[in-house]
């Protein structure tokens, strides 16, 4: 193949390789894109399921095992699937090599369970790529400065891919999920949700952040920061997927990519705290202390015009203890009352287009008016506007936002 | 631990790290090792069963994997095995670092799943040493000068052991195993046979190729060639097993290390070759072009002196396609006849003390005719004699001559 044949990197999850049978399903795929006259390079997981055992026999040993340790246990299960993809592949009749994260030399920081790529060296790779071979590369691990082996953490396959094709220049980063890409929302919630042939990167990130939890959102920054195009796909049906794309290329008139959502979200709010510099700090640095992460802030300021009413969001999981810290928090500043509210979802419309299009945020409050859904909090940035509502409107409010947009037909 | 302690490397084999629990004992048992004041590298195998597992999942892709890719699969298990040994050393408050074969640099050829080691380096090993931890390595495997995983084959974990301790000049490698060390000969057939305290490595060669498979050959042969001290002991009971040591150590009234024997042999004579240069060749030439391993040899003049008899031995399985090719020859050369029997053992006696001591080969013939033992075929190397007799004498024949040199107390 010539060296000048384009280059695509696929990346495989755990259930996309979760069985033999599945394995040489992705081995006829990969053979189908190299026999097109591509480069190909793998990146895959462990077998669904692997990671789970082998965590299982670690915590046999440990319930808290050296995370060192950890990282030499859990780079076996890609390895294992490196190792079956290759065979897979020749099987076929197309060469193949397989690599671990520490032959191809990806490279990261020390922090083991939850490593960061730092580069990765492609010439091995290009020699087998320019030798007319597949290769076929562990995702999810790497080596530090020293030869440790170490993990991403969970989804860093994802990651690994990018990672990948940011290194060889790739034209294209595949990512093979179990969904067939990224939908204007839930379609378990709006069946009438349509599968975008576009995002950008911005909008991707967003919708990933707000539970459209199609892709690792650091594989998504990687992609980002390092420009390369990025498509969701099915691994199970046909189709040319979602691209991630650059804003530059997108279609002028689409003014919203989709509408998030998060569950599970829940609201506190303290009222009467005195309107002074700093107060955000004092409200907020205990909470941060216990580790509960705040998702939307709003501070307004009360009728009094000398105190201030504070509200912000976490989750749910968290609100027990964010209400304690918060009555405590409330009694040192002499603060009115505490409220709290455990019954609210949080609906984001994301688009790239709201920047320079007007009238989106007051379009969305009158569609949710519209059918009586109260808004309880708002908080916009530069390509999402965010409303609380309470959860009994989560699917209603979806729908009615879906419609309200023209979500259903591509703009 | 000062650098000046002394070293010892212990190897353990798949069943003594069977299961979570059999791992706490080996990490256990490695504790007490370090804790008396010992710098200590452990080589282990894969968890039992473990490569099976992986092999079968290899084979539902491929009857014949790629061997490359083989290896790449297989070294998993060890891996496995080094991160969980390590987390249970770790737990026992004893620092530990686990190793692949590729980190620290078990340098083999490129032969995948039988490659040979050519060297190690332990600059790595050592600096964890002198650093107060215990090392444990992956056996079974190395990388070849491309970075490339490989495998040596089978049991091939011994073979790590020894030259990991050849290359940090270990005063000890200690091979973990299901037996309590090397024994005058096999205790289910004598139940009178005695635990050896000490064999030389040539006895122990002797001894290992004639079916007393406690010791994989090679590994042996290693430590001879880089005079490394091994010694085989249990992992289940306490003990202090055999060592295997240099000639030059040993016992001086120490004749006879043992009794060896080889089930499953077969014997073939032709007889009355013509008396030729060349005709051991042309006998022995197409049996080994067809991949048949011939043990013991003997030719002899037969009576009307021009022409000669000639036997070997091959193994059963063997037996009917060495008959078919021996016929063939016998027709090309106008030997006489050809004769087989399929129901012979061979009994061997062991001991580098025959070399000084002369009645020794009488006196084994003396006990074998006490019992009406017909012996069918002679052969005599240096340390070691060798008789071919009936299958249905294999135990009366061991028992008779354990008995004959006294093996049952120690010399």
């Known amino acids: 193949m010539p060296p000048t044949a384009p280059l695509i990197v696929q990346k495989y999850g755990g259930t996309s390789v979760g069985s033999i049978e599945r394995i040489q399903a992705v081995a006829e795929r990969v053979k189908r894109t190299h026999d097109a006259g591509n480069h190909v390079v793998v990146v895959v997981s462990a077998m669904s399921g692997e990671t789970d055992r082998l965590l299982a026999l ?6 808290r095992p050296s995370p060192r340790e950890l990282d030499v246990l859990l780079a076996t299960g890609e390895q294992v699937t490196i190792a079956l993809l290759a065979m897979a592949l020749e099987s076929l009749g197309c060469p193949a090599r397989s690599y671990t994260g520490g032959q191809v ?19 091995r790779v290009r020699a087998d790529l320019d030798a007319g071979r597949v290769v ?16 991403l953490g969970r989804g860093g396959s994802d990651t690994s891919a990018v990672a990948m094709a940011a290194a060889l220049a790739a034209n294209e980063c595949q990512i093979y ?11 378990r919630i709006e069946p009438r949700a349509r599968k975008l042939d576009r995002i950008t990167f911005e ?14 959102i650091r594989a998504v920054e990687f992609a980002g920061k390092y420009q390369v195009p990025l498509r969701v796909l099915s691994s199970f049906v046909e189709g040319a997927g979602t691209l991630i794309s650059f804003e530059e290329e997108n279609v002028e008139d689409a003014k919203i990519a989709g509408i998030a959502f998060a569950k599970d979200e829940a609201k506190l709010t303290i009222l009467r705290v005195p309107d002074q510099p700093g107060i955000a700090h ?10 509960v992460e705040v998702d939307m802030i709003v501070q307004n300021i009360a009728a009094d015009e000398k105190t201030t009413d504070f509200t912000f969001t976490v989750h749910r999981n968290d609100f027990a203890k964010a209400m ?32 320079s299009h007007a009238g989106i945020a007051s379009r969305m409050f009158e569609a949710l008016a519209k059918e009586g859904i109260n808004i309880r909090m708002i908080s916009t940035s530069e390509i999402k506007i965010s409303v609380v509502v309470d959860e009994r409107y989560l699917e209603l409010g979806v729908r009615a ?11």
């Open 136 to 151: 076929v590369v562990a995702g999810f691990q790497g080596i530090d400065e020293h030869g440790n082996i170490t993990t």
């Open 58 to 63: 670690a915590r046999a040993i440990q319930p």
């Open 105 to 123: 030399q990806v490279r990261t920081d020390s922090a083991h369970n939850k490593a960061r790529i730092r580069d990765i060296d492609g010439a």
């Open 203 to 216: 909008e991707m990130l967003e919708m990933a952040s707000l539970g459209s939890k199609v892709l690792q």
């Open 177 to 187: 999920t179990d969904v067939d890409g990224v939908y204007t929302t839930d379609p």
């Open 282 to 291: 004092k409200i907020l640095g205990p909470i941060a202390a216990a580790n």
């Open 401 to 411: 936002l879906h419609a309200a947009f023209g979500l259903e037909t591509a703009a």
């Open 324 to 355: 304690e810290i918060l009555r405590e928090t409330a009694g040192s500043l002499g603060a009115q009352e505490v409220l709290g509210d455990e019954q609210i979802v949080k609906l984001s419309l994301v688009g790239v287009g709201m920047r």
